[in-house]
C-alpha cells in the first residue's frame, strides 16, 4: 500500500521558516515527479512547486525565490524550505507524486499525503 506521510508543519511568525517533509513508502518512487500543493480554507489546491525524478525544479510565482524543493531519491522523500513566509502562505500543505511530468493540476497527481497546516501569524 502506498502511503505519503508530510511532516514539519507548525505556526511560525512572518517573516520565520519552516522545512517540510514528505516520505514516500509502499513502492520507490525515484523515477516519479514529486510535488508539494497547498489549501487554504475555502480555496482550491494549488499547486505550490514540483521536482522531477532528474531534479528539475518547478514553482508558483507567489513562492520563488521564498521556497526550495528537494529529494532524496534514496529515501523516497521530498522537502519543502520554506523562508520569508508571509499570511498568505497559511495552508495545509500536501504532498504528491505522479509517474509523468509535472503538472499544475491537482487531478493528474495519483497520491496524496494526509497534509500538514502551516499557520503564519502576523
Known amino acids: 500500500q502506498v502511503q505519503l506521510v508530510e511532516s514539519g508543519g507548525g505556526l511560525v511568525q512572518a517573516g520565520g521558516s519552516l522545512r517540510l517533509s514528505c516520505v514516500g513508502s509502499?513502492?520507490?518512487?525515484?523515477?516519479?515527479?514529486m510535488a508539494w500543493f497547498r489549501q487554504a480554507p475555502g480555496k482550491e489546491r494549488d499547486f505550490v512547486s514540483a521536482?522531477?525524478?532528474?531534479?528539475?525544479?518547478y514553482y508558483a510565482d507567489s513562492v520563488r525565490g521564498r521556497f526550495t524543493i528537494s529529494r532524496d531519491n534514496a529515501n523516497d522523500t521530498v522537502y519543502l524550505q520554506m523562508n520569508s513566509l508571509q499570511p498568505e502562505d497559511t495552508a495545509v500543505y500536501y504532498c504528491?507524486?505522479?509517474?509523468?511530468?509535472?503538472?499544475?493540476?491537482?487531478?493528474?497527481?495519483?497520491?496524496w499525503g494526509q497534509g500538514t497546516q502551516v499557520t503564519v501569524s502576523s
Open positions: 504528491a507524486v505522479r509517474p509523468g511530468g509535472w503538472s499544475t493540476s491537482p487531478d493528474l497527481w495519483q497520491y
Open positions: 521536482i522531477s525524478w532528474s531534479g528539475n525544479t
Open positions: 509502499g513502492r520507490a518512487f525515484s523515477s516519479y515527479t
